[in-house]
């Protein structure tokens, strides 16, 4: 039985299982959700146990995974909680709009969810808002965006036939 849980849990963790296909068994023991949000954060979006949801351990550990879907209702439950608040806005800079007003005034989660996407800056506190540092990073994330844009915009790959628009 151990080694089951220990083989298990390596699967969820190398992302050979997911919560998405998990049976609800799994979905309620930890260590195999703990694993599997660590993989790949967006795997909350498939957990129906809202305790589980709701777990601080569970949260912070989604964080640290590949992919963080930015959640508004985890925004407003642990938006004073400044290690899941940094976790967060480094994979969308503009989740610091639903952070707290004492983080908004952290340098170092300002900075961070700027560095992710510069367009964060208007939700910095009033005194970073005005910092030149914060505006010089936020100058070149947007900077570094519109480079990434325009070279693929010079590859000239068709655009897809979902978008359903006339070709330019």
Known sequence: TFYWLCETVREYREGRLTLRTACDTHKRVKAFVLAAVRHNGNGLCDLDNDAMRADRDVIVAATQGRYVLHRRDIMTRFGDDREIVLGIVRWHGRALEFASKRLRDDREV??????????????ASPRLFADWDVVEEARES???????????????????PWLGLPGR
């Open 110 to 123: 300002v900075l961070a969810a700027v560095r992710q996407n510069g367009y964060a800056h208007m939700y």
């Open 142 to 160: 947007e900077a570094k965006r519109r480079r990434r844009y325009e070279e693929w915009q010079s590859l000239k790959l068709p655009k897809p």
